[in-house]
Structures are given as structure tokens and as C-alpha cells.
């Protein structure tokens, strides 16, 4: 309260010459303030000042978009740009592919992809042929514990 007191005011003439906006508005946003936490110290309890805010205010709507910035080049006509371009996605590729966890495992794939290959292979052959081969009764597959 005594450095409010002993805080010297500008004159309203001062405040409204041109090189003094800034200050004014300064000065007029510190009275709006201490108007409103004087009309409601009654309701503003020490917790809601000290708050902390749990948002981020973003300007720019392209992190969000996850949108390149800075420069470009095209074609080859920017050798360097074009280079440093790819090592960048090189290296967010690779934080990308760390990140990724297998649904399924190689074993998976290539015993799925046999009965696939069969599968053509049994397309393209005679009709005769066809019906000499006879294809192993799937059996049913043990789930991993690791699955469940």
C-alpha cells in the first residue's frame, strides 16, 4: 500500500502526447486491475491468483497441422536444401519407426504369406492339376500369453 502511495502519477496531458501511448495504456490496464481485484477481493481467494494454467496457447496453427516450414527447393534446384530436407526426414522417420510396436510377428507373416503364394499358385495351375492338390486343414493356433 505505502509504494502505491509514494508511486508518482503522470498528468493526464503527459499520457495523451503521442510518444506516451504505450505508458498510458500501461498506466490505464495497472488502474483497470486494481479496480477489479478491489471490487472482487471479497470472492478472488489466494489459490485462483496463484494458479497455474494447464493450457498452451499456440499462435500458429502449424505445429498443429504438423505443416513443414522454412525453405524449399524442387527439381534440383537447391541441391542442399533438398539434402538437409531429406535428412530431416530420415531422422523423423526413424523416431517414428522406434515408436512402432509389431501386431504381428515376422513367424506370423511368413507362414500367412505361404498360404498366400499357394493360393495364386493354385490359380494359374490347369484345372486338372487343381484338383489333384489338396490343401492342409488349417489347425487352430495356441494364442501367446504375451497377447492376451
Same mark, same amino acid.
Given at each position: ?6 508511486? #508518482?502519477?503522470?498528468?493526464?496531458? @503527459? ?11 500501461? #498506466? ?14 471479497? *470472492? ?35 541441391? =542442399?536444401?533438398?539434402? @538437409? ?17 509389431? =501386431? ?32 492342409? *486343414? ?7 500369453? =504375451?497377447?492376451?
Amino acid at each position: 500500500m505505502s509504494s502505491e502511495r509514494n508511486k #508518482v502519477k503522470l498528468s493526464k496531458s @503527459i499520457l495523451d502526447m503521442k510518444f506516451m501511448k504505450r505508458t498510458k495504456e500501461k #498506466v490505464l490496464k495497472e488502474e483497470d486491475d486494481a479496480q477489479s481485484r478491489a471490487m472482487y477481493s471479497n *470472492e478472488i481467494t489466494e489459490k485462483m491468483l496463484k494458479s497455474e494454467s494447464y493450457y498452451i496457447i499456440e499462435p500458429s496453427y502449424v505445429p498443429c497441422e504438423d505443416l513443414n516450414d522454412g525453405r524449399f527447393s524442387f527439381r534440383g534446384m537447391n541441391p =542442399d536444401i533438398e539434402r @538437409i530436407l531429406e535428412l530431416e526426414e530420415q531422422a523423423k522417420q526413424a523416431t517414428i519407426d522406434q515408436n512402432v510396436k509389431k =501386431d504381428v510377428t515376422d513367424e506370423d507373416m511368413t507362414a500367412y504369406y505361404g498360404n498366400v503364394k499357394k493360393t495364386i499358385e493354385r490359380k494359374f495351375q490347369s484345372k486338372t492339376h487343381r484338383r489333384t492338390v489338396t490343401l492342409p *486343414e488349417p489347425k487352430f493356433k495356441k494364442p501367446r500369453l =504375451d497377447d492376451v
